[in-house]
């Protein structure tokens, strides 16, 4: 495992690799944890090279305090990432990625994805997303890329992204890894206290319980006593939304003809945290 700070150094590792090698990319913000480790293993099994970005990217912060907050802990994931078969980590700094600044930064056609769900509460984020990702597949071309379904939204802005540009990349979803309480694994519950990280549990809960009652009940009822469920665990809710899972586009009521995704966003502790899983209903 190789640590890459710079392109050319990228560039120089890129031209030793043979054009039958297939590579695996697995873009993170580090403070990494098992689920980014999932994502790598699945890499290391389908990808002959795995290569792993780490990059707080700046423009994709709607707040300046939230990437302020961002843990960033390279010389941890380094060693965590001995675990795993990566031959390269890249982290670049700042700097190296846009020498002339963040402040513009060109406009990618993602339709409605730019303002709905993630995209309203977060205005400008799928932009950076964007931005970063499509100077990474240009710069690696890689075979795969590895994103999480923990982002929904995210893997299917990556996958627009890949159509618009005509990235040859093909996009591997991957599923949530949770704390055995049911929280999913993200890098911002290192920002919460042990009591808070216990009482976090319940934002799946809520969604699990919305689910679970989907057959029977109204999501506008289940909505009410999800969001009372978040209030109770000290959770200030942002936004639950019932979606049609290819389209994300919002439902007003479950309708089991079709796969629904349940996404949710919620504060606690002043931490935002997301999640999000598939309408399930248990026969
Ligand atoms: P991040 O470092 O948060 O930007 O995440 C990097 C990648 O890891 C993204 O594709 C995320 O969706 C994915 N990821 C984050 N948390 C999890 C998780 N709990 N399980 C699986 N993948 C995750």
Redesign the pocket.
């Known amino acids: 495992m190789i640590v890459l700070h710079t392109q050319d150094e990228l560039h120089q590792f890129l031209s030793t690799l043979l054009p039958s090698q297939t590579i695996g990319f697995v ?4 403070a990494l944890h098992a ?2 480790l ?2 790598l293993t699945a890499a290391a099994e389908q990808d002959d090279v795995v290569i792993c970005s780490i990059f707080v990217n700046p423009t994709q912060f709607n707040e300046s305090s939230d990437f302020d907050s961002y843990p960033q802990v390279l010389v941890e994931d380094t060693e965590l990432l001995k675990k795993v078969k990566v031959d390269v980590i890249f982290a670049p700094k700042v700097s190296e990625i846009y020498p002339e600044g963040t402040a513009h930064i060109p406009h990618y056609d993602i339709g409605e994805m730019d303002y709905i769900l993630e995209g309203e509460h977060r205005p400008g984020h799928f932009q950076g997303v964007c931005h970063i990702i499509q100077i990474f597949l240009e710069m690696i071309k890689p075979t795969h890329i590895y ?2 379904e ?2 929904f939204q ?1 893997a299917m802005v990556v996958q627009r992204l890949i159509n618009l540009k005509g990235h040859n990349t093909i996009l591997v979803p ?5 704390e055995p309480s049911g929280l ?4 911002r519950n290192r920002l919460l206290s042990a009591e808070a990280t216990a009482r976090a549990a319940a934002l799946n809960k809520a969604l699990n319980f919305i689910s679970e009652h989907s057959a029977t009940h109204s999501f506008e009822s289940l909505k009410m006593q999800a969001d009372e469920m978040l209030e109770a665990s000290g959770f200030e809710p942002e936004y639950i939304a019932l979606c049609e899972a290819a389209s994300l586009a919002e439902l007003e009521n479950f309708d089991h003809t079709k796969n629904m995704r349940l996404i949710a966003a919620a504060f606690i502790e002043g931490v935002r945290l997301i999640d999000n899983i598939a309408v399930d209903v248990k026969k």
């Open positions: 873009p993170t913000m580090g689920g980014h999932s994502l994103m999480g923990k982002d995210q991957c599923t949530t890894l949770r999913a694994m993200s890098s």
